[in-house]
C-alpha cells in the first residue's frame, strides 16, 4: 500500500515558471466520492490514463492506489464523473532535494495556482521557495475533489486572505 503525504500551497507569484523542467497537461474527474474515500480518472497528454483510489480524511496522509487504465475507458469514466471535470497543466520544479508540483487550473478555476510537494515522512521540512503563498493542507476549498463537486468562492480563487 502507498501513502501520499504532501503539503499544500497558494502559489505566490510566476517565479517558479523559469525553473519548471516538465509540464503536462491533465484532465481529471471522479467516479466516486465518499466521506473518507474516493475514485479518480485522471488523463495526461491525451495520451494516457490512470485510476487512483484515495482512502482516508487526514488531509497530509492518505492511503492512495493508482493503476494506468486504456485511455478509451478513461474518457468514458470522466463523461460519467460526479460534479465538474478539472482540467490543468501540471508543471514540475526541483528545490532544495525536494520536486514541487504546480497546479494551473483552467476552464472554471482560471487564475487558481497551487503547489504540492511530496514528502517521505511527516516529519520532513522542506525549504519553501520564494515564490510559495499561503498554505492550504487541510484547507478542503483546495482539494481536487472539492474543486470537482463545490463552486470555489472568488476570495480563495485568488488566494485572498479570508
Known amino acids: 500500500m502507498a501513502k501520499e503525504i504532501e503539503r499544500k500551497f497558494l ?3 510566476d517565479d517558479w515558471r523559469a525553473l519548471a523542467t516538465t509540464a503536462t497537461p491533465m484532465r481529471q ?23 487512483t ?25 470522466i463523461a460519467l464523473a460526479v460534479g465538474n471535470v478539472i482540467e490543468k497543466v501540471r508543471y514540475t520544479v526541483e528545490h532544495h532535494g525536494f520536486i514541487w508540483e504546480i497546479d494551473v487550473y483552467e476552464g ?39 474543486l470537482a463537486t463545490e463552486k470555489l468562492q472568488q476570495d480563495a480563487l485568488y488566494g485572498l486572505p479570508n
Open 29 to 51: 474527474a471522479y467516479v466516486v466520492l465518499m466521506q473518507d474515500r474516493s475514485v479518480r480518472v485522471r488523463t495526461k497528454n491525451g495520451t494516457s490514463a490512470q485510476l
Open 108 to 146: 472554471a478555476y482560471q487564475g487558481l495556482v497551487i503547489a504540492e510537494v511530496e514528502l517521505r515522512n511527516e516529519s520532513d521540512a522542506p525549504s519553501l521557495p520564494h515564490w510559495i503563498g499561503r498554505e492550504v493542507t487541510g484547507d478542503r476549498r483546495y482539494s481536487n475533489q472539492a
Open 53 to 77: 483510489v484515495k482512502i482516508g480524511q487526514n488531509s497530509l496522509i492518505r492511503d492512495e492506489f493508482e493503476y494506468p487504465i486504456a485511455l478509451e475507458d478513461a474518457e468514458e469514466m
Open 11 to 13: 502559489v505566490a507569484n
